[in-house]
């Protein structure tokens, strides 16, 4: 069973940092794309980052220069570096992932169970 297991939410106060990481566990034929995304309350979810398997990179213009997205193909690893915080970026974070199961199938997009940030002011 595939699982995505993230850890490094926590409570920061404004111009802080944090880290997110986010493992795929269970066994997996490959993966794609991988990603954070996140919601606040009372908003949609939204993109935050990506990072494609050759290691492009796209962020919100909200996180441009601010967070760092990076992968670990071999451990099945993305993590988000977060600099700068500010309570605009509090949020439920979910990291993501398009992967196959099997090589006879098309990728799907797997979850995590979402991390909190908040950011003080």
């Known amino acids: 069973q595939v699982q995505l297991v993230e850890s490094g939410g926590g409570l920061v106060q404004a111009g802080g940092s944090l880290r997110l990481s986010c493992v795929v566990s269970g066994y997996i034929f490959s993966i794609s794309h991988m990603g954070w995304y996140r919601q606040a309350p009372g908003k949609q979810r939204e993109l935050v980052a990506t990072i494609t398997g050759g290691g492009s990179t796209n962020y919100a213009d909200s996180v441009k220069g601010r967070f760092t997205i990076s992968r670990d193909g071999a451990k099945n690893r993305v993590t988000l570096q977060m600099n700068s915080l500010n309570p605009e970026d509090t949020a439920v974070y979910y990291c993501?992932?398009?992967?196959?199961?099997?090589?006879?199938?098309?990728?799907?997009?797997?979850w995590g169970q979402g991390t909190q940030v908040t950011v003080s002011s």
């Open positions: 993501n992932a398009n992967l196959r199961v099997t090589l006879w199938e098309a990728g799907n997009d797997y």
